[in-house]
């Protein structure tokens, strides 16, 4: 079975800066998809950046961007410029790209904390 | 907004009741899954349902049932409640084309049992 792991429970920012969050997983499988889910307060799960694992090129969206290292299993999410409202729990998740394996793997997830 | 819709946001019932949640899919999504988020046990997937037929179960009590409809809605049965089913419960649904694999989650129904 699938792993996830997001090894911190908790992460800081200045507003305005950098930060990156890390995942790894565990897999025998070579064909899957890797997400990133923001949840706010609101507690809703918000797709943040989604990865397709044969694509060798990191996917980017605005702020958000990933670091995928295939042979390690890792992909770390990087958050550019960050603001206030970026400010929430973050997932990791693995996906499968078998029919057999539709589920969403998440891992325990990271709060983020942003300062003004 | 993510186009998926769950009903009711908020139930609070007692020990021993039966619960109904609602989830209405993205439009012309075929997929539904089910996940339920407690501060214990994380977010754990529940069920997959594709067209109307289960596909795949994961950490799912017996308690627990579902099903999807001819119109694609489907329905999460909690029955038996204990207060350790108290959770947030999400309605995902999975898009194809260039996006396939991806899922969108609903607002979640908060459920408490006293």
């Known amino acids: 079975a699938q792993t996830v792991t997001q090894s911190q429970p908790e992460m800081s920012v200045q507003e305005a800066e950098t930060v990156t969050l890390s995942c790894t997983y565990d897999t025998s499988e070579s064909d899957y998809y890797l997400f990133w889910y923001k949840q706010p307060p609101s507690r809703q799960m918000i797709l943040v950046i989604r990865q397709e694992a044969y694509k060798q090129q990191n996917a980017t969206e605005n702020r958000f961007s990933v670091n995928f290292q295939k042979a390690a299993k890792s992909f770390s999410l990087k958050i550019s410029d960050s603001q206030l409202g970026d400010a929430a729990m973050y997932f990791c998740?693995?996906?499968?790209?078998?029919?057999?394996?539709?589920?969403?793997?998440f891992g325990g997830g990271t709060r983020l904390m942003v300062k003004p | 907004d993510s186009g998926v819709t769950q009903t009711p946001k908020h139930l609070i019932t007692a020990t021993g009741q039966r619960v109904t949640l609602r989830c209405s899919p993205r439009s012309g999504d075929l997929s539904v899954y089910w996940y339920q988020q407690s501060l214990d046990q994380g977010l754990q997937f529940l069920i997959h349902?594709?067209?109307?037929?289960?596909?795949a179960k994961g950490n799912i009590l017996e308690r627990f049932s579902a099903q999807q409809f001819p119109d694609l809605h489907s329905e999460l049965n909690l029955s038996s409640l204990e207060l350790g089913d108290s959770a947030l419960y999400f309605c995902?649904?999975?898009?194809?084309?260039?996006?396939?694999?991806?899922?969108?989650f609903g607002p979640g129904t908060r459920l408490l049992v006293l």
């Open positions: 995902a649904s999975s898009v194809g084309g260039t996006m396939r694999g991806t899922q969108y």
């Open positions: 349902y594709y067209n109307g037929e289960e596909r």
């Open positions: 998740a693995y996906r499968s790209a078998s029919n057999a394996g539709n589920m969403l793997t």
